[in-house]
C-alpha cells in the first residue's frame, strides 16, 4: 500500500461545475498536507495547505481534511479550462522532519 | 522574485557518463529536497537536507547517486555512471521548516541518458 494514494483519473469535468480530487494516507501521524497542481512540463506548484480538521477555503478552491479517516480533498469550483493539470496530493508527517510524501496524481481537464 | 533555481534544464547524454545537477534553493530556506519525477514511478523522494545535513537519502540509490550541500546556496546530485534507467526529470525543491513547512519547486532538469 503507498503511503498517498489518489485517483488517478483522468477526472473531466465541464466547465463551470465542481471538480473533486480526493487523497487518502496511511501514516495517522501526518500533520501537514497540501495540494501541489502540475501542468505538462512544468514543476509543481503550491495551491493549497491545510493542517486541522475541516475545510480550507481560499478562491475557488476548497481543502477539506479529515485525520480520523485520514482523508484529504480538494473542490475546485467555476471550474476552468485553465485548471486542467495534474494536481499532487503531499503529506507530511510529524516524525520525518518535514518529509513530504506525495501521491501519483489526479489528472484533470476541464471541458469548455 | 525567490525562486528555486536549478542547472542545466535540460541534459543529453551517454550510458556511463557523470552527470551532475546544481540547485541553488530560496535564500533563507534551512531545507533541500531532491525528487526524482518518471511517469512510472511519479514524484519520488530522493534525498533531502536540512541545514546542509542530509537527513535521508534512502531514496537514493547509493551505488551511483550522491547528493552534497557544499554550502547554503548550492546543492548537488551526482550520478556515476548514469544509466538509461536514470532518464527522468529531477526537481530540487526548498522550504523553511518551522515544524511545518511549505516547498518550493525548482523548474526540473530533464535528462536523458541514452
Known amino acids: 500500500q503507498k503511503e498517498v494514494e489518489q485517483n488517478s483519473g483522468p477526472l473531466s469535468v465541464p466547465e463551470g461545475a465542481i471538480a473533486s480530487l480526493n487523497c487518502t494516507y496511511s501514516?495517522?501521524?501526518?500533520?501537514?498536507f497540501f495540494w501541489y497542481r502540475q501542468y505538462s512540463g512544468k514543476s509543481p506548484e503550491l495551491i493549497m495547505f491545510?493542517?486541522?480538521?475541516g475545510d480550507k477555503e481560499d478562491g475557488r478552491f476548497t481543502a477539506q481534511l479529515n485525520k480520523a479517516s485520514q482523508y484529504v480533498s480538494l473542490l475546485i469550483r467555476d471550474s476552468q479550462p485553465s485548471d486542467s493539470a495534474t494536481y499532487l496530493c503531499?503529506?507530511?508527517?510529524?516524525?520525518?522532519?518535514?518529509?513530504?510524501?506525495f501521491g501519483d496524481g489526479t489528472t484533470l481537464t476541464v471541458k469548455p | 522574485d525567490a525562486r528555486v533555481t536549478q542547472t542545466p534544464r535540460h541534459k543529453v547524454t551517454e550510458m556511463g557518463q557523470e552527470v551532475t545537477m546544481r540547485c541553488q534553493p530560496i535564500l533563507g530556506h534551512n531545507t533541500v529536497f531532491w525528487y526524482r519525477q518518471t511517469m512510472m514511478q511519479g514524484l519520488e523522494l530522493l534525498a533531502y537536507?536540512?541545514?546542509?545535513?542530509?537527513?535521508?537519502d534512502s531514496g537514493m540509490p547509493k551505488d551511483r547517486f550522491s547528493a552534497e550541500m557544499p554550502d547554503a546556496t548550492l546543492a548537488t546530485l551526482k550520478i556515476q555512471p548514469s544509466e538509461p534507467r536514470d532518464s527522468a526529470v529531477y526537481f530540487c525543491?526548498?522550504?523553511?521548516?518551522?515544524?511545518?513547512?511549505?516547498?518550493?519547486f525548482g523548474e526540473g532538469s530533464w535528462l536523458t541518458v541514452v
Open positions: 537536507f536540512r541545514n546542509r545535513a542530509p537527513l535521508d
Open positions: 501514516d495517522r501521524g501526518s500533520q501537514s
Open positions: 525543491a526548498s522550504g523553511f521548516w518551522t515544524g511545518r513547512n511549505t516547498i518550493y
Open positions: 503531499a503529506v507530511n508527517g510529524d516524525t520525518n522532519a518535514g518529509k513530504s510524501t
Open positions: 491545510i493542517y486541522s480538521n
